[in-house]
């Protein structure tokens, strides 16, 4: 389920097969090392120069609970792009887009993107799939694209995809994000331990999850998502607007303003 790539990786028909058979796939040295430092250097610039943002209260920012002492940390910016260049020009690269475009068999468009640092001690996330049974406004084509900026490991909670369970909604009531555990069958865990340089792409039905990070440093990545164009153009905006919607909906751990977007 992996596949060893130069500068302009393709996918080669066992690679499309195994994507369509399990739901990821993982592509090896998609971007060089010096690509990779740009990116670290532009995630350290955010948190120093763009600590303006960084609240609770604002809806582009989440937090995530350490697992043991249960302290907010800051965990990532969503949307990213429109304050990174950086990111943005990671989103829309050809290597990427060609990945993804060559899964659909069509063009494809920018959904949403996040750039996740989660710091040590943060915890990790429950058993979910990204599509949201019951939420119209989600494209079926929906995939992302996983860009790590550090090593992604098990020590630092790296994400655990489970194969083969993309074709449906392993939970059909709308009320329900986060799944049991018993949704998935163990022997099927997958860890995307991914070196800075790889890629993974999971369809966006494909069940996952991430443990803490026991590490003591980040393990930051940059997760991209697309929709093919015949599946309702782009949608970015529209999806951003009906997604702080619904945030306005939930609590927000250490939140004393009312919300906002910047």
């Given at each position: 389920m992996s596949t060893s790539t130069a500068r302009c990786p393709t996918l080669s028909s066992s690679d499309h097969r195994g994507y369509l058979q399990n739901g990821f796939l993982v592509v090896k040295q998609?971007?060089?090392?010096?690509?990779?430092?740009?990116?670290?250097?532009?995630?350290?610039?955010?948190?120093?120069?763009?600590?303006?943002?960084?609240?609770?209260?604002?809806?582009?920012?989440?937090?995530?609970?350490?697992?043991?002492?249960?302290?907010?940390?800051?965990?990532?910016?969503?949307?990213?792009?429109?304050?990174?260049?950086?990111c943005g020009q990671f989103a829309a690269n050809p290597r990427i887009v060609g990945l993804v475009e060559s899964i659909y068999g069509d063009a494809c468009c920018l959904f949403k993107e996040k750039l996740i640092f989660k710091p040590p001690g943060a915890l990790g996330y429950n058993l979910h799939q990204d599509i949201p049974y019951g939420w119209r406004g989600f494209p079926p084509s929906f995939l992302t694209v996983m860009i790590p900026i550090d090593p992604s490991t098990e020590e630092n909670g790296c994400t655990e995809v489970f194969a083969g369970y993309h074709q449906d909604f392993l939970s059909k009531d709308a009320s329900v994000y986060m799944l049991p555990e018993d949704s998935v069958d163990i022997r099927r865990r997958h860890f995307l331990s991914l070196e800075p340089g790889d890629i993974a792409l999971f369809h966006g039905l494909t069940p996952h999850r991430s443990a803490p990070n026991r590490s003591d440093q980040m393990r930051r990545v940059l997760f991209t998502s697309y929709n093919a164009l015949s599946d309702g153009g782009n949608q970015r905006s529209a999806h951003y607007a009906e997604f702080h919607e619904r945030l306005r909906l939930r609590p927000r751990p250490g939140q004393t303003d009312a919300l906002y977007f910047c």
């Open positions: 998609v971007f060089a090392l010096d690509e990779i430092r740009d990116l670290q250097a532009e995630c350290d610039r955010l948190l120093i120069e763009r600590s303006d943002l960084i609240n609770p209260s604002n809806l582009r920012c989440r937090y995530m609970p350490h697992f043991q002492t249960g302290e907010p940390l800051f965990e990532l910016f969503d949307p990213v792009s429109d304050i990174s260049p950086l």
